[in-house]
């Protein structure tokens, strides 16, 4: 599977974004996919993940409220709504797939990722 992020940019404090991970192979469906972001300096972190339908979904305490992730299974993609940005929100945000189980939280039960998309927000 190879799954590819876009959607990234420049954006002011209080806007929004939606990026988008589409992802290859036939067996999208099968696969968990999650949101991750890294900021200069620091570790990767989770963000956001759905399950293989979409109808379970998990947020970072931060985020909850303000990102919503989607998956559209007949086009092979994953999106992550964000509004209300902020600047702490700046980083580079990685898409990510796994077939197997374990905490949505765990970047290393993530078997394919991508090459992250940046979003900058500014104050």
């Known amino acids: 599977v190879q799954v590819v992020e876009s959607g990234g940019g420049l954006v002011q404090a209080g806007g929004s974004l939606k990026l988008s991970c589409a992802a290859s192979?036939?067996?999208?469906?099968?696969?968990?996919m999650g949101w991750f972001r890294q900021a200069p300096g620091k570790e990767r972190e989770f963000v956001a993940a759905?399950?293989?339908?979409?109808?379970?979904?998990y947020y970072e305490d931060s985020v909850k409220g303000r990102f919503t992730i989607s998956r559209d299974n007949a086009k092979n993609t994953v999106y992550l709504q964000m509004n209300s940005l902020k600047p702490e929100d700046t980083a580079v945000y990685f898409c990510a797939a796994r077939s197997g189980y374990g905490t949505y939280g765990d970047a290393q039960t993530y078997d394919y990722w991508g090459q992250g998309t940046q979003v900058t927000v500014s104050s």
């Open positions: 759905a399950g293989w339908s979409g109808g379970s979904t």
């Open positions: 192979g036939r067996t999208f469906s099968r696969y968990a």
